[in-house]
């Protein structure tokens, strides 16, 4: 591995969230819709927990990020591009925290009991019955495709320094 790969534990920590995002999207896809006071079982409890265990992910790679900075991006592409690199990740790590929080004060706003795989409680984040809380909670089915976009930009980014620059890039991420 050369100095300019990602970690191994930064590796890890990245395709762990490609894969519970793919796994929130499909059982967000297949729930009910949530109504005050419901029990927060079966495909509900799975999509607040892995929810929650998504913002505990995101934090845990911003902490490993800060222990061990990513590594300099290949000047294969032009500053400008770079910087909207960098944004583009900013915004990613942004709504992977934004995005579940609003579902856990949607969920706190209906009532619903929050655990972590039904074994760890979890605080409310709202008043139950909040009106003004649980419009925003409403806002997180909206920003579903706000995130599906960025991740589109993500992963076409990924594939235009693969195919078309056929720079490095990509290869650094993969396992």
Not at 133 to 145: K, M, R, Y
């Amino acid at each position: 591995m050369t100095t300019h790969n990602y970690s191994g534990p930064t590796k890890i920590l990245h395709w762990l969230t490609v894969i519970l995002l793919v796994i929130q999207y499909s059982v967000g896809w297949l729930m009910p819709d949530v109504h005050r006071n419901m029990p927060t079982v079966g495909l509900i409890g799975w999509h607040l927990s892995i929810g929650t265990a998504i913002i505990l992910l995101v934090l845990i790679r911003l902490i490993w990020h800060w222990i061990k900075p990513s590594p300099p991006p290949l000047q294969t592409v032009s500053p400008l591009l770079q910087k909207f690199g960098r944004a583009t990740h900013s915004l990613l790590y942004l709504l992977l925290v934004a995005f579940p929080l609003m579902g856990w004060v949607n969920a706190s706003a209906h009532g619903l009991p929050l655990t972590l795989f039904g074994v760890f409680p979890l605080p409310s984040l709202a008043p139950n019955g909040s009106s003004l809380v649980h419009a925003f909670g409403e806002l997180h089915t909206p920003f579903t495709w706000v995130l599906l976009a960025v991740i589109a930009l993500h992963v076409s980014a990924a594939l235009y320094h693969h195919v078309i620059v056929k720079d490095e890039t990509l290869r650094r991420m993969l396992p």
